[in-house]
């Protein structure tokens, strides 16, 4: 299993930044990549960024250009830097990694950080 650290978070201004950043322990030689979803209110969880192993990255339409996903492969973790913020950026981010565990899909989640965006 994998285990996932998640800090940062908190409350900023439209037009602000923060940087999210997540550790991974554990199996973590199963992990085939590592990123970011979040929960707005009222909504369905929804990847926001994330990087395969081979350097690869996916975004959102609604995240690029705006944030950044970096991961550090011999530390094992994520991070994700969020420029721009916007009040509809307001959510909890959630890490996740993902991977096979004995040829089994996986999906590993953090705790969940809140972001709020507002004046």
């Known amino acids: 299993q994998v285990q996932l650290e998640e800090a940062g978070g908190g409350s900023v201004q439209p037009g602000g930044s923060l940087t999210l950043s997540c550790s991974a322990s554990?199996?973590?030689?199963?992990?085939?990549?590592m990123g970011w979803y979040r929960r707005r209110p009222g909504k369905e969880r929804e990847v926001v960024a994330s990087?395969?192993?081979?350097?690869?990255?996916n975004y959102d339409p609604s995240a690029r250009g705006r944030f950044t996903v970096s991961r550090d492969f011999d530390k094992n973790t994520v991070s994700l830097q969020m420029t721009a913020l916007k009040p509809g950026d307001t959510a909890v981010y959630y890490c996740?990694?993902?991977?096979?565990?004995?040829?089994?899909?996986?999906?590993?989640w953090g705790k969940g950080l809140s972001v709020t965006v507002s004046a």
């Open positions: 996740n990694a993902q991977g096979p565990i004995f040829g089994i899909p996986m999906n590993w």
């Open positions: 554990g199996s973590t030689y199963s992990i085939e990549s």
């Open positions: 990087m395969f192993n081979s350097g690869n990255t």
